[in-house]
């Protein structure tokens, strides 16, 4: 049967696609380039003495990228407020975002529960994580995508429970190696993405799910340690693109052009990420010379690794650290705005205190 955009698309094929050329010359050399990067900055990663301190934030904009892309925006100020414990959370966006880097996590930790599989369970999982609710496999009729201008049907996905399930766990299949299929895992990551994105099993979250669990794949074959990748940034640069590509493919099977975008994708966060770390690295090592400058006998190494942390602090973080006490640590983080370290945000009654060469960085 033909596609047909206006009805449910439950003739989807299973992966792998057959009859289409996935190793033409033009992916190959664009897969030896996304690999390349990616291999450097699996590098760059496992040299680290403490990857976890910068892995966090860059994580955190990943999420925040991420959510952008469902036009779910929140500034600087609110999401960094919000990441600190004791801080009502009173915007919704950054909650969402919030939620997006639990859920990425919370897959990981499911992935490696689980022999390093990715199943049915764990997608369910990581959108309910998301979505801050039970949601389940969509089970109502009538779910279709539509251009946000005109109204129009641009996709409607397969409908269904048991069709919905069905489907997913064909894609588990495939993810976790039980089809037979000889091709990169990178270009298998495209491929699977798409597959994802157009079985659309959710009633929300659908989008933010799909790019975790590209996280989860890459982690899975062993291409990255830690879901570090910047891949959100390319997508919201490249957003009208991005869905016209996934369209390409279900109405004319034009999978080059999408596993170019993908691999491109790759490429670019790859190095984007990459130039991250080595600038965070080289700040981290100027603030620890200046801060020892500034504060003289009584720096403490745990006040750096907190500024790295939480580009946002307040004198209650270094109080509940045990870093300092409140008198101590006030007079610290006035030394530090003074010599030009920090910068401080009065917000409310709170003043908070910045690691603005953090944030420049990561933005």
Request: hydrophobic content about 40%; proline content about 4%; overall charge neutral.
């Amino acid at each position: 049967m033909a596609f047909d955009r206006n009805k449910p698309y439950n003739q989807l094929p299973d992966l792998p696609p057959t009859g289409i050329e996935l190793e033409s010359p033009v992916i190959l050399k664009q897969l030896a380039k996304a690999s390349r990067y990616l291999g450097e900055l699996k590098g760059l990663c496992e040299s680290l003495p403490d990857p976890q301190l910068l892995i966090n934030t860059l994580v955190l904009q990943e999420s925040r990228d991420s959510s952008a892309i469902e036009n779910i925006v929140t500034t600087q100020d609110e999401l960094y407020k919000a990441t600190l414990a004791g801080d009502p959370i009173e915007n919704h966006s950054a909650k969402e975002v919030l939620s997006y880097r639990e859920a990425l996590y919370t897959g990981i930790e499911l992935m490696r529960e689980r022999q390093g599989l990715i199943i049915t369970n764990t997608m369910i999982e990581i959108v309910q994580t998301i979505k801050r609710n039970n949601a389940g496999i969509r089970n109502v009729p009538g779910t279709s995508l539509k251009n946000a201008i005109n109204g129009e049907v641009i996709y409607t996905p397969p409908t269904g429970e048991t069709i919905i399930r069905e489907k997913l766990k064909a894609l588990e299949q495939f993810t976790n190696g039980k089809v037979p299929f000889e091709a990169d895992p990178l270009i298998k990551l495209a491929m699977l993405h798409y597959q994802f994105e157009s079985i659309h099993p959710f009633a929300d979250g659908n989008g933010r799910t799909g790019r975790i669990i590209n996280a989860l794949y890459l982690v899975q074959q062993g291409l990255l340690d830690y879901p570090v990748l910047y891949l959100s940034s390319y997508i919201v640069k490249y957003k009208s693109d991005y869905y016209q590509l996934l369209r390409g493919v279900t109405e004319m099977e034009n999978w080059e052009d999408w596993i170019m975008y993908i691999l491109t994708a790759i490429s670019e966060t790859s190095q984007l990420t990459i130039s991250k770390i080595r600038r965070m690295l080289v700040l981290k090592e100027s603030l620890e010379n200046s801060m020892k400058g500034v504060l003289g006998a009584s720096y403490k190494h745990e006040l750096l690794q907190l500024l790295f942390t939480l580009p946002y602090i307040k004198i209650d973080i270094l109080v509940n650290h045990q870093i300092a006490h409140r008198q101590t640590a006030s007079v610290w983080l006035s030394k530090l705005v003074e010599n030009d370290i920090l910068h401080t945000k009065k917000m409310g009654r709170t003043t908070y205190y910045i690691n603005h060469q953090l944030l420049s960085i990561l933005n």
